[in-house]
């Protein structure tokens, strides 16, 4: 099971499929941010144009903390275990009511064999990490998504809302 994603068809997978491989050829034409993952430098890069950007938005301090931590957590795994990547983050505006911002972390890294196992809370391969991993970036976000083919690489899609104040 290369998905895990319940709250979709997997006709919808299929279409979201076909759209992921498009933006990882051209992610530029698609997202107000995108950053190559490449260097350890480049993971507080993409967590700082990630906190600018949903602080444009208008999210909460503590959104915009929430926010932030899963962009640095996506961006430090696609670095860890990937070596080089992308993050790619883009404003959901067709709500007025309730803005969001949707974040992509793609690589072509040696991907996840178990999906379910690397989702459990604390579950980490690396010893000198604090295991917020996956399942945090879960738990931070409103939506998350993972699509994962061991030896082709990973896809994560996540998104969050803002609230009304």
């Known amino acids: 099971m290369p998905w895990y994603w319940p709250a979709l068809s997997r006709r919808g997978i299929k279409v979201y499929e076909e ?16 950053v190559r993952i490449t260097r350890e430098e480049d993971i507080a890069v993409a967590r700082q144009m990630a ?9 909460s301090l503590a959104d915009v903390t929430r926010i932030a931590t899963a962009v640095s957590e996506l961006a430090r795994n696609i670095y860890r275990y990937a070596r080089q990547g992308r ?17 992509i972390a793609a690589d072509r890294g040696p991907g996840i064999p178990d999906i379910e196992l690397v989702l459990t809370r604390g579950y980490t391969t690396w010893e000198r990490s604090l295991g917020i991993g996956l399942s945090g970036v879960k738990r931070l976000m409103d939506s998350f998504a993972i699509h994962s083919e061991v030896g082709k690489g990973t896809v994560v899609i996540t998104e969050k809302r803002r609230r009304a104040f």
């Open 87 to 103: 993050i790619m983050i883009r404003k959901r505006l067709e709500d007025r009511d309730s803005p969001g911002i949707e974040v």
């Open 51 to 59: 906190k600018q950007l949903a602080q444009e938005i208008g999210f």
């Open 19 to 34: 759209k992921i491989t498009s933006i990882i050829e051209d992610p530029a034409q698609e997202f107000d941010i995108v």
